[in-house]
Antibody, heavy 120, light 109 residues
């Protein structure tokens, strides 16, 4: 059973960089066949896909966030990470990591989510 | 970007009722449409993929249909444990521009 777990600071100051890591267990990122995504949900709102990465390092980003987002992968640790720069209060959200099958963007496994608040 | 219009935004129904949610895409997305259930404080859970395929382990009272721009999600007999918000999600873009509908909150009357 694949499990994903987000980790990182729950509070980030405005203009700083938000950094989160997703640790995958029960399966190897380096085995290929899957994309590894970050998705966020503003409080009381809907879901927004941030971007995803393949084990090789290939990335795709939501154009609305592309200028501020970097997703990376560390196959030795079976982890992938997201960095979002120049954050504002509008970036306050629950951040989820999730897995989808390569070629089929169907999110079959999700982390539990972590709330990140942007505030001074 | 492809916009997903989901309706209604909320509904209230009785246990045993048939519940229907619709999702309309701003352009043809074939059958590249998934449905998720999200309970309060939890991550979304995949219920239906590719418009009409039931994810393993999901009760058969959940179903989906449609293709092109118009899609329907149905709960044939609403159960108390179905109280949740339901989202559609399309994935018909290359490069990917994955988008979700606005969600439908289902409550018990």
């Amino acid at each position: 059973q694949v499990q994903l777990q987000e980790s990182g600071p729950g509070l980030v100051k405005p203009s700083q960089t938000l950094s989160l890591t997703c640790t995958v267990s029960g399966g190897s990122i380096s085995s290929g066949g899957y994309y590894w995504s970050w998705i966020r949900q503003h409080p009381g709102k809907g879901l927004e896909w941030i971007g995803y990465i393949y084990y090789s390092g290939s990335t795709y980003y939501n154009p609305s966030l592309k200028s501020r987002v970097t997703i990376s992968v560390d196959t030795s640790k079976n982890q992938f990470s997201v960095k979002l720069s120049s954050v504002t209060a509008a970036d306050t959200a629950v951040y989820y990591c999730a897995r989808s099958v390569s070629g089929y963007d169907i999110f079959d496994y999700w982390g539990q989510g972590t709330l990140v608040t942007v505030s001074s | 970007d492809i916009q997903m219009t989901q309706s209604p935004s909320s509904l209230s129904a009785s246990v045993g009722d048939r519940v229907t949610i619709t999702c309309q895409a701003s352009q043809d997305i074939s059958n590249y449409l998934n449905w998720y259930q999200q309970k309060p404080g939890k991550a979304p859970k995949l219920l239906i993929y590719d418009a009409s395929n039931l994810e393993a382990g999901v009760p058969s009272r959940f179903s989906g249909s449609g293709s092109g721009t118009d899609f329907t999600f149905t709960i044939s007999s609403l159960q108390p444990e179905d109280i949740a918000t339901y989202y559609c999600q399309q994935y018909d873009n290359l490069p990917p521009r994955l988008t979700f509908g606005g969600g439908t909150k289902v409550e018990i009357k």
